[in-house]
């Protein structure tokens, strides 16, 4: 029975058993528009029971698919081994790269520093130093391969949580800034530029030309064509 | 007027190495008097303890910024006229106007070559 068809019928019991001066009615009229409003009532429980059985069933259903999409992301292998993962390749690749611009540092500094009295000791410790400075280079083959495991497993939690907010139609919440967030603003912490430097120095240079204090608006201005 | 080249030179970075390359840069300048601090906390500390003939400061660095660091010297009677150059990977416009209205004598971006340096350096000290 539909919900509206439920309350017309428990109002009019309700209207029918205000309008009847149940004092004055006799016991059995009192019972028949008891049963009346009985029969009305049943009919509206019932059709609540319908309704909230149809919401739980609808949350179950949403709570099963959304532990089978959780489960799809595979959320215990992102955690316990991509992402250690990803993190100890980045550790390495850290790791090569210091020891590399360490060795290859090292070298330079020796050179510099290397007295040139005799030119065939001088030339063989360039050469020897120059050997150690392209095995040093061969960093960028390990850190390359590295960095390409980080990104795939990147792509990899990328792709999963796209599929999970797809299919629980998930929206962006807006969220507060955090402190972290707050300090990078204020102090306009934006980190290095992709593909090379966002101003170009000469165009730096145009700005620092001058004596004056603030910056040359027509070398701003400049910067922003 | 001649620089002074045994000046005390103060090379700000969180990372040894960029300080190493700094450092060597400016010794094959003639600069031999350099010094280091890894974040502009250390590096105003020492400011107050000894006097800079140059400051070569990074942007990116905590607890300290760069760009705290210039604004604290540049408001303290004491420091404001130390030459401040600002070397960074920071190279948004903004970051470089904020770097010049806070007072910062020339600006270097990440990465740079040895010419840039003596040619900024030149340019806040004068010829050497």
Known sequence: MATIEVAKKVKGAIETLRESNVRDRPLVEVLELSHQLADAMKFFFGSLDQTIQGEFRYIADFISKARDEIAELCPNEIRQERIPGASLELDAVVRDTEQATETIM???????????????????????AMMRMIEACSFQDLTGQRVNKVVTTLRHIEERVSQFSAALGVTDAKREETEAEKRQREQLLNGPAMDGPETKQDDIDAMFAGDSADADQDAIDALFD | MAVDMSMPVLVVDDYKTMVRIITNLLKQLGFQNIEAASDGKEAFAKMQEQKYGLVISDWNMEPMTGYELLREVRSADTLKTTPFIMVTAESKTENVIAAKKAGVNNYIVKPFN???LKGKIAAVLGDF
Request: net charge negative; glycine share 4%.
């Open chain 1, 106 to 128: 090292t070298e330079a500094e020796t050179l510099m520093g290397l007295e040139c009295d005799d030119p065939v000791a001088y030339k063989a410790a360039v050469d020897d």
């Open chain 2, 114 to 116: 040895a010419a840039t």
